[in-house]
Structure formats: structure tokens, C-alpha cells
Nanobody, 117 residues
């Protein structure tokens, strides 16, 4: 059974930093394209950052220069370093995985990030 477990969310002041982690099991992590999405009430889930199996990265315009996605294939873990956080970054952040050559979607349960003074 594939499991994605996020951690690292919480409450942070504007301008602060958080690092999210996503521990993956039940699938061969290194053959999955991985991503972070986020969602706020009443809005669709949106892509924040993506990292391919070859470690190519893509970011939403709203987070470029502030967020960094990375992966550690030895630890089966995905990361999202978030700096210069803004109130509009407040959302539930979800980890997502898709094995190469498939249309399978693996999701974590989400972790809440709240940016507020």
C-alpha cells in the first residue's frame, strides 16, 4: 500500500520559514515525479512545485524565488523549503506522486500551513 505522510506544517509569522517533508512508502520513490500542491477553502487545489525523477524542478509563479523543492531518493522523502512566507501562502499543503509512465496519483493527507502575525 502506497503511503505519503506530510509533516512540518504549522503557524509562522509573515517573513518566516518552514520546511515541509513527505515520507513515501509502498512505491519505488525514485521513479515517481513528485510535487507539492496547496488548497484553500472554496478554491481548487493548485500546483506549487514539481520535481521530476531527474530532479528537474518547476514552480508556480507565486512562489518562485521563495520556495525550493527537493528530494532525497535514499530516504524516500520529498521536501519543500518555504522562505519569506506571506499570509496568502496559508493553505493545506499536499504531497503528490506519480510513477513514470502511469496515470496513477498518490496523495498525502495534507499538512496545514498558516502564515499570520
Amino acid at each position: 500500500q502506497v503511503q505519503l505522510v506530510e509533516s512540518g506544517g504549522g503557524l509562522v509569522q509573515p517573513g518566516g520559514s518552514l520546511r515541509l517533508s513527505c515520507a513515501v512508502s509502498g512505491t519505488v520513490f525514485r521513479i515517481n515525479d513528485m510535487a507539492w500542491y496547496r488548497q484553500t477553502p472554496g478554491k481548487e487545489r493548485e500546483l506549487v512545485a514539481l520535481i521530476t525523477t531527474g530532479s528537474e524542478t518547476h514552480y508556480a509563479d507565486s512562489v518562485k524565488g521563495r520556495f525550493t523543492i527537493s528530494r532525497d531518493n535514499a530516504k524516500n522523502t520529498l521536501y519543500l523549503q518555504m522562505n519569506s512566507l506571506k499570509p496568502e501562502d496559508t493553505a493545506i499543503f499536499y504531497c503528490h506522486g506519480r510513477p513514470l509512465g502511469t496515470l496513477l496519483d498518490y496523495w498525502g493527507q495534507g499538512t496545514q500551513v498558516t502564515v499570520s502575525s
